[in-house]
């Protein structure tokens, strides 16, 4: 599943000895590794491979050049949500025609940069912006491919932030009101309608929201594509994965558990959708972001601290909810272990960063093994929505990132200097 294992006590990022990395590069530091970005990549393609399929990676979940450079050259698309990650994507190498660009609030600028890099589709949320894009299409003398986001009312049973596919969220239209859209569209003469897209929310752990979701919306999209000659069918993103400890720290008798037989494996997905989607005759895109990152990746801290207060055991670290987000932002678990593996008892602790907020922390209450000032953690699974989401927040530099593959590792993006955290800031002439 993962690249990041203990050898003897000390924990490795594939052959290198994640604390070599910290020596050279500093803390907190970002380690990806560039196998398990590969392998499941790989893993989720060839599930697929039965299908016409296109994986376009949602790269919000992470946009380093490095990730992105290694997907595109595994033949990846892209779904982009901004113009600035259009952008990244050429800068990383990636082709434009491959890319699916989402969200509820594209802007005209963006269309019109888009159009002219020729994307693969726009997934349109809503009706005014459809009218949007044919209207800057029409002005570039273009004609521009279009998916509808339909949202099919379908739980996806996850954390209420990260649920995107029923009637409570900003996102799609509404399953009901697509078959009008796309009569309405199609009178459009600078859009061409080309799929149907549907994305119900992130971090699905089981395959049954996905198998629903796609049951209640196969009959629309055989309608839709029969009557407007559709070219592809687009299942989203949302493949969920394993925080839990026992996987995290590689411990392989957890395989055998009955909680492991249930993890959303590619083979399970695809045992699942394959027969469904199949009959439709469809080219079948998929938008994964977490799945493709999220175990690649780890946060490397230092302990900076060791604080008792009357009830607690405070593990004072130099990462931040700057750096990582994701507890304070979605309640989210991340395995944390040392470098150096420790024997003994462990102590129940919160581990916790220097920022001036109660929700700057990584764990509460939870057993870990004793440290002392200057060891450094690991917290696991920190690959996706970890430095994508980093912040100036106690104007804190934004931490380094290094890619690992097999022996080699390489410094993909460098500590972030203090001064450059405001060097764009003015004072006005007044003062
Ligand atoms: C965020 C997002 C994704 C990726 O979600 P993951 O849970 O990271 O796979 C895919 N499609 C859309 C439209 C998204 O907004």
């Known amino acids: 599943m993962h690249d990041f294992r203990y050898v003897g006590k000390k924990l490795f990022c594939g052959r290198v000895a994640v604390e070599s990395l910290v020596k050279k590069h500093g803390s907190p530091l970002y380690i990806y590794s ?6 499941h990549f790989q893993k989720l393609d060839h599930a697929l491979a039965p299908l016409d399929h296109l994986i376009c990676f949602a790269m919000k979940a992470n946009s380093n050049l490095a990730v992105m450079r290694t997907f595109a050259n ?32 594209k802007t005209e600028l963006e269309i019109e940069f888009a159009l002219r890099k020729g994307i693969y589709c726009f997934n349109v949320e809503s009706e005014p912006e459809l009218l949007r ?10 004609v521009a491919p279009v998916a509808v986001r339909v949202n099919p009312n379908v739980d996806a049973g996850t ?22 859209v796309y009569a309405r569209a199609a009178k459009l003469k600078n859009i061409r309608l080309r799929g149907l897209q549907m994305h119900i929310g992130s971090q699905l752990t089981e395959v049954r929201p996905f198998a629903l979701a796609v049951k209640k919306v196969l009959p629309l999209v055989q309608k839709l594509a029969a009557k407007h000659h559709l070219e592809f069918f687009s299942i989203g993103g949302g493949i969920g994965i ?36 199949r009959p439709l005759g469809l080219k079948i895109l998929l938008e994964p972001g977490r799945f493709l990152v999220g175990n690649a990746g780890i946060l490397v801290t230092r302990v900076e601290y060791l ?72 917290l696991l699974s920190a690959g996706a929505y970890g430095f994508v989401m980093a912040s100036n927040y106690n104007s804190r530099g934004l931490a380094a990132e290094v890619l690992v593959n097999g022996n080699k590792s390489a410094l993909v993006r460098p500590r972030q200097g203090l001064e450059e955290i405001w060097q764009s800031e003015r004072v006005p002439g007044w003062m």
């Open 74 to 105: 595994l033949g990846s698309g892209f779904d982009v949500v901004s113009e600035g990650e259009l952008r990244r994507v050429i800068a990383a190498g990636g082709d434009p025609r491959k890319c699916v660009f989402a969200g509820v609030g």
């Open 242 to 277: 394993v925080y839990q400890p026992a996987l995290a720290s590689g411990d392989a008798a957890w395989w055998k558990t009955s909680a492991a037989k249930k993890i959303l494996t590619p083979q399970t997905y695809a045992a699942a959708l394959l027969p469904l989607l």
């Open 133 to 142: 894009i044919n209207r800057v299409a029409a002005r570039l003398k273009k």
């Open 159 to 180: 954390h209420a932030k990260i649920t995107t596919g029923t009637y409570e969220n900003k996102f799609g239209i509404a399953f009901e009101q697509v078959e009008g």
């Open 34 to 39: 560039q196998h398990t970005l590969t392998d």
């Open 307 to 378: 604080k008792r207060t009357g009830r607690k055991n405070f593990v004072i670290v130099d990462a931040a909810m700057n750096d990582l987000i994701r507890p304070a932002f979605y309640d989210s678990y991340h395995e944390i272990i040392p470098l150096t593996k420790k024997g003994g008892a462990t102590i129940s602790s919160d581990v916790v960063g220097p920022i001036c907020e109660s929700g700057d922390y990584f764990c509460k209450d939870r057993p870990l093994p004793k440290v002392g000032e200057g060891d450094h953690l690991a």
